[in-house]
């Protein structure tokens, strides 16, 4: 039986967004429907700092806030510069162009299609979630996290 493959795209927008602009385009992206699974990419915002003199003291950084996605509450871990999607078919994509572009009215984005998340498991998702982990997860593992990946139920 042959696996099937899902068309993917990448947003780069032209600069890091704040969080009020990455709720925007994430509500946006979740309005349509066929999205199967995003992640987001961007300098990591740790909640403490990781070293230095002052190693564990609080790190109160003004871009990690917590954000509301649909009905379900985040706290943002990355200043998000890029988002990669993984759609159920190409015919969305221009639906999910058209959704976008009003959030993106004072600086630019690139939208681009291609391949740009693993499909198959790696030895990260193997040591992280076993021989038996979720096709849903794959690649969405972050070695070095010690929390799972956020899942945000969208509408079908």
């Not at 990448?10 to 066929?34: A, C, H, K, W, Y």
């Amino acid at each position: 039986m042959t696996e099937a493959t899902f068309p993917q795209c990448r947003i780069d927008s032209e600069r890091f967004m704040n969080p009020e602009t990455t709720e925007r385009l994430l509500n946006q992206i979740i309005s349509v429907p066929g999205v199967r699974r995003m992640v987001l990419n961007g300098p990591r915002l740790p909640a403490t700092v990781p070293y230095g003199p002052s190693k564990g003291i609080a790190n109160p950084h003004p871009m990690r806030k917590t954000i509301r996605v649909g009905d379900q509450e985040m706290e943002l871990q990355v200043h998000v510069g890029t988002v990669l999607l993984e759609l159920e078919n190409r015919d969305i994509i221009p639906a999910l162009k058209a959704a976008i572009e009003p959030v993106f009215k004072d600086f630019s984005f690139h939208m681009k299609e291609g391949r740009f998340m693993k499909t198959e498991p790696s030895l990260v998702d193997y040591c992280k979630y076993g021989p038996d982990a979720d096709k849903e997860i794959l690649g969405l593992a972050d070695p070095n996290s010690k929390s799972r990946p956020v899942i945000i139920q969208g509408t079908k």
